[in-house]
């Protein structure tokens, strides 16, 4: 090839290298010669359950109708989040997943000469979002493993558009309860949006954990980020939703792609958000998980890193040596070497079989 396609990109995208997701159960079967039934995965921070009964069925409804466009709008969907959110429909765009809404606040929001400040061991889509668009990363050094929010404070410059927040963070599973957010979000300017992920809030039961709805009123900067792919069990069909102004919601959707959320989608999360006692058994599945998993860290003696979310990290000798030998025992989870956490491993909650497998399998690979 005569052409070098990688040096004419942009020169932010230049320097990315593509996300790794977890890895799927089938490629690791056909890696190691393993039987895919006797495989677990622990990796992708997924609803265990499976997806809801009203999900499923709202799909086979829908079937017939795959040769249509779905609704552009989603008016069905938003205007059910806008009724029991209580919350204008107008503030609310959807997203293929909240990775995209990410991706389109970047997009509207970062260019070259401008910057994004997000924390240390944050998700790995801020960096990818951020460089993409050509801005400057202002990556502020974590606080025993979270955002060290007056740091971050102290980051903003005049070349700051966008502050990324997790609460909880990904992969670290730390939280930001409602005072420490609120003290931050006062020492923002105006001028700077704060895009608060709360891709994980509905495990959160802590009683002084934010609300970040209840925070727009006060902060017109700020935009809430939420999905349907973990506790409602729809990470395969990809819809998440973010809530913000109503000038910030019609900015996003000057870019927002047309159809971006499927038609599958639109209705699996209807019914999903809908189904309160499948997400209340998630929640409870994944609070006993939690303790289940920390209970055998203990007992092995080894640390760990306390977690709201539904995963949590536990630090080795060697992750990626250990992440290795857990794969050929059959159990995926994600070593963490790429967010420079390289004696850590995240372990999402699975059943309580699924996570006995994998504590069984550390314990003979250990």
Known sequence: MSCDFLKEANPGIQGLMPYQPGKPVDEVARELGLDPARII?????ENPHGPSPGALEAIQGELSELTRYPDGSGFRLKQLLSHELSISARQITLGNGSNDLLDLIARCWLAP???AVYSE??????PIATQAAGAEHKVVPANNWGHDLEAMAEAVDEQTSVIFVANPNN???TWLSEKQLREFLDQVPERVLVVLDEAYFEYVEESVYPDGLKLLDDYPNLIVCRTFSKAYGLAGLRVGYSLSSTQIAETLNRVRQPFNANALALVAAEAAYRDQDYLQKSVVTNKAGLLQLEMAFRELSLDYIPSVGNFICVQVDDGEKVNEA?????VIVRPLRPYR???HLRVSVGLPEENQQFIDALTRVL
Do not use: D, I
Not at 41 to 45: D, F, G, P, R
Not at 121 to 126: L, N, P, S, W
Not at 326 to 330: F, M, R, S, T, V
């Open 326 to 330: 857990l794969l050929k025992e059959g």
């Open 171 to 173: 992969p670290t599973g």
């Open 41 to 45: 995965k622990l990796a992708s921070n």
């Open 113 to 115: 000469g401008r910057n």
């Open 341 to 343: 956490m390289p004696n």
């Open 121 to 126: 061991y944050a998700f790995a889509v801020y």
